[in-house]
């Protein structure tokens, strides 16, 4: 049997089923150290992102120990931790999950031929996405801009079955030490706001793969037609798992296509969304800076106002305009928010607040933690017009007549806004605990006028988009 110990670096594949890392460190033979590395990327996440993740570290190393293994935790410079951890254990070999965006691809590939030089074995295995992006082209060898084309290009894929649950990971003989998770304070940009988002948050491989079985069993069926409806609780959850690697896209996909072969409506809708998944990635691979500058390089120099303070009064869920703030309080309070609020509370802040799509892009980055760099910076993009595939500026959501369409019954908006209301619901109040103390909200004074009417911020932005075409 193999003596030489393999490393595990964890990133973002927190998960036994379906883990090709951690399958091929396993098969090894050798004893197998499971790793996590706290370095700069770590530390520049938003604050509910950082939080998640420590959430997802405490949940995996758990569930690691239960199979008689553990999670070693160090902070610094992964090469360097790395080297170090390879001096201590008599290392052969590391291995992990690739990442995608160019941060994660720089430091990955400067490791990688580092250890190499070093004479260390060094593989890095598919599973945070379901199609490596430089694997999909048009006839010409271009990336694809458009998504219908790269739906069409990709859904006829044979995808591989999924890879076993890694039952056993052999422990060493001697466990080299960690740091303590505790220590690391990844929540503490999270301030008051912890406590309530705990409630809302779904951790760990299992409560995963729960998630995906209750919404194959009780919605996939009508997905399609109640999916833009925010209080129907219709979609699947899974965008916060997926982020940390919780379960693979592969496991859903499979699972959301035997439904589709069974004949239940809404089941090739529902892979459709998760191709759109697929296909920020495949965007945010070939253009790497799409979260900080206007993928349409004729938006440069549009009249977008920089922060300001009817921003702000967005962020604080305070616009006067309800389902705008129902939805900008739904992240404060959840950490994560439905699909058809993004985009209004986005249209509502690129359009009618006519303030830069970065400023949001921000916020969401702070907030969320589905945090996802790609499909936030697709999404922000997509409203807001200088995206690739985007919604023509001139497309204005309207956040009165969406609310009416698709929160007919207001169950949103009761459900995310107390003020003005007899009764108001836990959720709407526990908004008012998660805020900074220093926003001075309470439940208790009156709901705020709108900052702005819907009719002259509409026709604002349509005029500066005339005035900028020119
Ligand atoms: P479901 O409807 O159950 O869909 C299944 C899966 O498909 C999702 O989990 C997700 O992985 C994928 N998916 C669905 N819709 C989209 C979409 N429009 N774009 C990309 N993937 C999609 N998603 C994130 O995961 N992280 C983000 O940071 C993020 N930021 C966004 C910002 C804006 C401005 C907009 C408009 C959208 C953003 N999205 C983001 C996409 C989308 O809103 C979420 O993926 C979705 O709301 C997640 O809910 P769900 O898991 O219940 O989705």
Redesign the pocket.
């Known amino acids: 049997m193999r003596e030489t110990p393999v490393l595990l670096w964890l990133r973002r594949d927190f998960r036994f089923h379906d883990n090709a890392a951690m399958a091929a460190a396993a098969t090894s033979g050798g004893p197998v150290i499971p790793v996590f590395i706290h370095d700069a990327q770590v530390e520049a996440l938003g604050a509910a992102a950082k939080w998640r993740l420590g959430l997802a570290i405490e949940s995996f190393a758990r569930a690691l120990e239960e199979k008689g293994s553990r999670l070693v935790l160090r902070q610094g410079k992964p090469l360097t931790v790395l080297r170090a951890l390879i001096e201590e254990t008599g290392a052969g070999a590391v291995h992990w999950s690739r990442l995608y965006d160019k941060p994660g691809r720089d430091r990955d590939t400067e490791v990688k031929s580092a250890l190499k030089a070093d004479g260390i074995e060094v593989e890095s295995h598919p599973g945070h996405l379901l199609f490596e992006p430089w694997t999909v082209e048009t006839g010409q060898g271009e990336p694809y801009k458009v998504y219908s084309p790269y739906w069409r290009a990709v859904k006829g894929r044979e995808i591989a079955p999924e890879i076993g649950t890694v039952s056993e990971l052999r422990a060493p003989s001697s466990w080299p030490i960690s740091e303590k998770l505790g220590d690391w304070s990844m929540g503490a940009a999270m301030r008051r706001g912890a406590a309530v988002v705990a409630e809302h948050v779904h951790v760990g491989e299992k409560t995963a793969r729960a998630r995906l079985s209750a919404f194959l069993r009780d919605h996939i069926g009508h997905y399609k037609s109640e ?1 833009d409806f925010p209080a129907s609780g219709a ?5 916060e798992n ?2 940390y690697g919780e379960i693979s896209p592969r496991t859903i996909w499979h699972a959301g296509y035997r439904h589709m072969e069974e004949g239940a409506q809404g089941a090739e809708h ?1 892979l459709k ?2 191709v ?2 697929e296909f ?1 990635w495949h965007l945010f691979y070939h253009w790497p800076d799409m979260a900080s500058r206007n993928w349409r390089e004729e938006w440069n120099g549009f009249d977008w106002r920089p922060d300001n303070s009817d921003a702000e009064a967005w962020r604080r869920g305070m616009t006067g305009e309800p389902f705008v703030d129902a939805a900008m309080r739904e992240m404060y309070v959840t950490g994560t928010m ?2 058809r609020a ?2 209004i509370v ?1 249209s509502y802040l690129t359009k009618h607040l006519m303030t830069d799509w970065r400023v949001g892009l921000r916020w ?1 980055e702070e907030c ?1 933690t ?3 760099p790609a ?2 910076a ?3 993009q ?2 807001a017009g200088p995206g690739p595939d985007a919604a023509p500026y001139f497309r204005v959501f309207n956040p009165a007549t969406q609310a009416e369409k698709f929160d007919p019954d207001q169950r949103y908006r009761r459900d995310f806004i107390a003020e003005g209301r007899a009764r108001p619901t836990k959720t709407a109040l526990s908004y008012f605990d998660a805020v900074p103390e220093s926003w001075a909200l309470s439940p208790n004074a009156p709901y705020p006028d709108p900052i702005v009417d819907l009719k002259d911020g509409r026709e604002r932005a349509l005029e500066a988009y005339q005035r900028h075409k020119g």
């Not at 979609?235 to 965008?239: A, E, P, V």
């Open positions: 999916r979609t699947s959850g899974l965008s997926l982020t529902f969304e998760l759109w998944r920020a439905h699909n993004r985009m986005a969401f969320l589905d945090w996802d499909s936030n697709m999404g922000w997509w409203v």
